[in-house]
């Protein structure tokens, strides 16, 4: 099922920044800080996002079937 999601902590709150995530178990941000990967290991899939100028809101850039159980 579809259940996961994905939170951002400013240091004061905590919200939902994406959701629908199908077990979301390994998540990274890129060193240039720009993009998030999401590793959906039961949908066999990476998510992509770009992080925008405010970090609590995120855009879907691609979606990269890989085959295989992510981590």
Request: aromatic share 8%; charged share 25%; no cysteine.
């Amino acid at each position: 099922l579809p259940l996961a999601s994905v939170t951002y902590y400013d240091g004061q709150r905590g919200r939902v920044v994406a959701e629908g995530l199908r077990y979301a178990n390994g998540i990274a941000i890129a060193p240039d800080g720009r993009r998030l990967y999401v590793a959906e290991v039961i949908a066999r899939r990476l998510r992509v996002y770009a992080i925008g100028a405010q970090p609590e809101f995120l855009e879907e850039q691609d979606l990269i079937a890989v085959g295989s159980g992510l981590d």
